[in-house]
């Protein structure tokens, strides 16, 4: 049995999967606001409830925001800066009295959905979350790669590729640069830019539901956000030209991506057609978790 944890920072969601990826056991509870010790605790309840209800001693793999660093063993560009820091993974594991694996958030959306999701037997997938924040995972013949710096995928902290004249004024982002593609993609981002240009304060899903009834603002804002992805989405193809790309968090809800962005991604792709393939997410919200179990792919803990 595998034991997924998503540390999220509203909520902690628990799955304990069987082989076959079915779900065992799930659960969710509110993440304590700000304290280390009671974040263990919440985590370590959990993995002993799932382990009691089904009576055996699962694997545990921890989705992260931010990643644990190789240089030092700890905790680094969380933004629950309470973790920031901390050996997380050592910590749970001496509670546990087990190995405990954990990764970005990212990279487990991406192994789930590489695993046994959207992107199911492909040898490469980049997993791309458009959601408060912009990131991305990298799943090479079903395992997470991560690097040296433990950043791979990080593209959501690249410049806008391709800018043009009226991109060229660029907001500053939390990590210190300005014109991320996060300052321009995120679900904050384009709600920016709408209320930028009608004074109004809407949500990126309000946004689009705008664009579904015609309105002519909201249209014109999806036009260049669809060319926005579809440029920094090229930018990845160039480098790492994966077989699929699955989309992930909020703003992969909407299906007009699917097909608005694969028609404008040619022109900045550096090949004569694309092959690769857009797709949403399979398992939507439950992804991150389900691929936090997968991070131990071969032999579970004996009970
Ligand atoms: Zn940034």
């Not at 901390?86 to 509670?95: A, I, K, T």
């Not at 004074?199 to 603002?217: F, H």
């Not at 299906?255 to 690769?276: I, Q």
């Amino acid at each position: 049995m595998r034991i997924g944890i998503d540390l999220g920072g509203t909520k902690i969601e628990a799955v304990a999967l069987d082989q076959c990826g079915e779900t065992l056991f799930r659960k969710r509870v509110n993440t304590p606001q700000g304290d280390y010790a009671a974040t263990l605790d919440a985590i370590c309840a959990l993995v002993q409830e799932a382990d009691q209800i089904l009576g055996s001693r699962g694997s545990v793999g921890v989705g992260i925001p931010g990643t644990i660093s190789p240089s030092t063993g700890l905790v680094k560009n969380a933004n629950s800066t309470c973790l920031i820091g901390n050996p997380l993974d050592q910590d749970l594991s001496e509670r546990l009295e087990r190995p405990v694996r954990c990764a970005n958030d990212a990279n487990c959306f991406a192994l789930s959905e590489a695993t046994d999701g959207a992107a199911a037997g492909a040898g490469s997938v980049f997993g791309v979350i458009l959601g408060t924040g912009v990131g991305g995972g990298l799943v090479i013949n079903g395992q997470i790669v991560c690097g040296p710096n433990s950043i791979t995928g990080e593209w959501g902290h690249n410049p806008l590729p391709w800018p043009n004249n009226s991109e060229s004024s660029a907001a500053p982002c939390y990590c210190g640069q300005t014109g991320c593609i996060e300052t321009w993609l995120s679900g904050p981002a384009l709600s920016r830019q709408y209320q930028k240009l009608s004074g109004l304060d809407l949500s990126a899903d309000q946004i689009w539901k705008l664009v579904r009834d015609n309105d002519p603002l909201a249209q014109a804002i999806s036009q260049q956000y669809y060319r926005r992805l579809a440029k920094s989405l090229a930018s990845v193809i160039n480098v790492i030209d994966p077989e699929v790309i699955v989309l992930g968090g909020g703003l992969s809800n909407e299906s007009s991506l699917y097909e608005a962005v694969p028609a404008l991604w040619g022109e900045y792709v550096f090949s004569d057609s694309v092959a690769t393939r857009l797709v949403p997410a399979q398992f939507g919200d439950a992804s991150g978790v389900r691929g936090a179990a997968w991070l131990w792919p071969q032999t579970p803990v004996k009970a």
